[in-house]
Structure formats: structure tokens, C-alpha cells
């Protein structure tokens, strides 16, 4: 339920609506806006406690959120969030190419990685160091070596760093050298993974499940929410179907429907959804066309001798003619990129 306060409402009037509803054991959480101040108040049933507080001056309207999610609904906000990653901005006009390897392989191929993509306009850096790989016989990533490995290149080359946390004893160390925790596919339903990575207080990049719903997604990202953390951005990266011609479906509805049910950024994985790097420069394409936030994008130095994923990992040239195009389509569409 949402409480929404008069635009003259004072402060004194604010924090009564608010001890109010903890009173009665519901949780709340403020939003301010320029003409309005918000009162999310969260709890099962909430609405049906709206008779213990309704009297009280200073309310203009109290609203039912008719989602299961709350926080992440565009309900509670009207507003687009805007993840600021270190003056990266997420989810605002301009779009975000975030690129580099699968996992971070050595110190070598990233920093020329990095380097590289910097060179050409991506802001953020991709690797993991944690893979959560389908075989326990894969490469499992270089873990705190690879981290440092990331920051490493930060520091060099000015890109922020996006890596993969797998397992919450492990959010305290990667959320000491990565800008944005991202949960991956496999754990989007991992809950106590969703909570600590909230609690960090870092911004997280939240992977749909790739056999889960849009509601599914959202609730997940509302668990993150919960903990106090703003920071979400969700990203699409291709879902389980029928068809097997490609790793996976990427699932471009999902962009401008998430765009209208949540407040939150959302970008596209194109690699992990096709498994094609042939495939990765016209979804990125279609992506931004749909209304996507950013791109998250593999490359790869050598992509045939990748320890993961070098089929739909681009080079480095492929990746240079991505950005020309997605410049070009940017121009007709009147945007930019970051
Ligand atoms: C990845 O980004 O390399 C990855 C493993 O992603 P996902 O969780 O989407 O499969
Ligand atoms: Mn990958």
C-alpha cells in the first residue's frame, strides 16, 4: 500500500504517518518527491490496516499496490531509477555497454580487454572470477586472484567492474573489489544470496532465472529491495524454450514490459541468450531499439581459446563494429551512449 502525503504535508505530519504504521508491526519506506512524499507500507495485508492510520492529517490518498511485488513496482515509484555506479549512470537517457571476457582468465587478456573496450566507449567491465559453471568439471574462475585482476584493470583504465558473486560467504570479499554484484541465472532464487548481496549496499545486476517469469524476476529483485539497497539493475539474458537452435531465448518482451511494471533499469545479455557471437551484434541491436538501459556484452582477446563461452564471445574487431553500429542507431533514435 501506498501512502500518499499532501503536497503540504510538514515533516511532523510525515513522521506520525510513519511511527503509526510501526505501531502496528508494518514496515515502510519513504520516497521523496519534488512535489510529493510516498509512504511505502510493506507487510502481508498491509492494506487492511488502513483504518488504524487513514485519520491522521497530512494523507491525501491512500492506494493499494495491487502487485506481489512492492517496491520494485512501478506503483511505489513513477519515476525511473537511476543506478549511479561512481557517476555511471544506469537506467537514465543514455545507454551503458558493459563488455569483457566470460572469466577473467589472467592478468594479460584482461587488461587488453579492457583496454580495448574502454577505447571504444564501454564504461563498465564484465569477468567473472566466480563461475557458476554447469559441470563441476569446468573452469571454475581464479576467485580472489581474479578479483584483483579486475581491480587492477579499474585502476588502469577507469571502467567500473561488474563480477559474478555464487554464494553469500562470498559477498563481503567480491563486494571489496567489484562497483556492481551480479546474481547470475542459476541463482536468482537463491535468497539468502539475494538478501546479503542487498545488505552490501552495492549495486547489484540481477540475472533472470532462465526458466523463471517476469513476476518471478521482480520478486527476486524485491528481496535485494528489501534489505534497503536501491541499486538494482535487472537483466535479461534469454530463457529456457522449445527451441534449441540457440543456447537460449533471449526474450525481448520482457524489456519494455519490465520498463512499464518496475521503476528499475533493465539490460541485455545478448551472449549468454544466444551462444553465438554472429548473433550478438543484431540483438544488441534489437535490445536498445526495445527500450534496454545497457548491454552486457563478452569479448574475448582470442574467443576460439576461451576457458568459457569463446562461441558467443566477440573479438576485437566484431566488438568494434557493434559499437559503430549501435552509434548509428542511437543517432535515429535521438539517444547516446554513456
Ligand atoms: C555470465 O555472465 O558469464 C553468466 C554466467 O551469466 P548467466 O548467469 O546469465 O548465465
Ligand atoms: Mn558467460
Known amino acids: 500500500m501506498i501512502i500518499v502525503m499532501g503536497h503540504t504535508a510538514t515533516d511532523g505530519e510525515i513522521n506520525a504517518v510513519v511511527d503509526r504504521v510501526h505501531e502496528i508491526g508494518l514496515k515502510t519506506e519513504l520516497s521523496r518527491g519534488e512535489e510529493r512524499t510516498l509512504i511505502g507500507v510493506i507487510g502481508a495485508n498491509a492494506y487492511a490496516y488502513r483504518e488504524a492510520f487513514s485519520h491522521l492529517s497530512g494523507i491525501h490518498e491512500i492506494i493499494p499496490i495491487t502487485k506481489p511485488f512492492k517496491l520494485a513496482s512501478r506503483e511505489f515509484r513513477a519515476q525511473n531509477t537511476v543506478v549511479d555506479v561512481g557517476g555511471v549512470k544506469i537506467g537514465a537517457e543514455e545507454v551503458v555497454v558493459m563488455a569483457g571476457p566470460c572469466s577473467v582468465e589472467g592478468e594479460e587478456m584482461l587488461l587488453e580487454t579492457a583496454r580495448h573496450v574502454v577505447a571504444q566507449g564501454a564504461k563498465v567491465l564484465r569477468g567473472g572470477a566466480f563461475k557458476p559453471r554447469t559441470s563441476p568439471y569446468s573452469f571454475q574462475g581464479l576467485g580472489e586472484a581474479g578479483l584483483k585482476m579486475m581491480a587492477a584493470a579499474r585502476d588502469e583504465t577507469g571502467l567500473k567492474v561488474v563480477t559474478e558473486v555464487v554464494s553469500p560467504n562470498d559477498v563481503e570479499m567480491v563486494a571489496r573489489y567489484a562497483d556492481i554484484l551480479q546474481l547470475g541465472t542459476r541463482n536468482m532464487q537463491n535468497y539468502a544470496l539475494l538478501q546479503e548481496a542487498g545488505r552490501s549496499g552495492k549495486p547489484v545486476l540481477l540475472k533472470r532465472g532462465m526458466s523463471s517469469t517476469i513476476e518471478e524476476w521482480l520478486l527476486a529483485a524485491e528481496y535485494v529491495l528489501s534489505q ?111
Not at 534449441?244 to 528499475?264: G, I, K, Q, W, Y
Not at 551484434?281 to 582470442?302: Q, R
Request: glycine share 10%; aromatic share 4%; hydrophobic share 45%.
Open 228 to 338: 534497503g539497497n536501491r541499486g538494482v539493475i535487472l537483466c535479461e539474458r534469454g530463457i529456457r524454450t522449445f527451441e534449441t537452435a540457440t543456447r537460449f531465448t533471449l526474450d525481448l518482451n520482457a524489456v519494455p514490459l519490465v520498463r512499464e511494471l518496475s521503476h528499475l533499469p533493465v539490460i541485455v545479455d545478448p551472449s549468454q541468450a544466444t551462444g553465438r557471437h554472429s548473433l550478438v551484434g543484431p540483438m544488441s541491436l534489437a535490445a536498445v531499439a526495445g527500450g534496454a538501459h545497457g548491454l552486457i556484452i563478452e569479448v574475448h582477446p582470442t574467443p576460439n581459446q576461451a576457458l568459457s563461452d569463446g562461441a558467443q564471445s566477440l573479438d576485437f574487431a566484431a566488438f568494434d563494429r557493434l559499437m559503430a553500429d549501435l552509434r548509428r542507431l542511437l543517432g535515429a533514435m535521438a539517444k547516446q551512449l554513456a
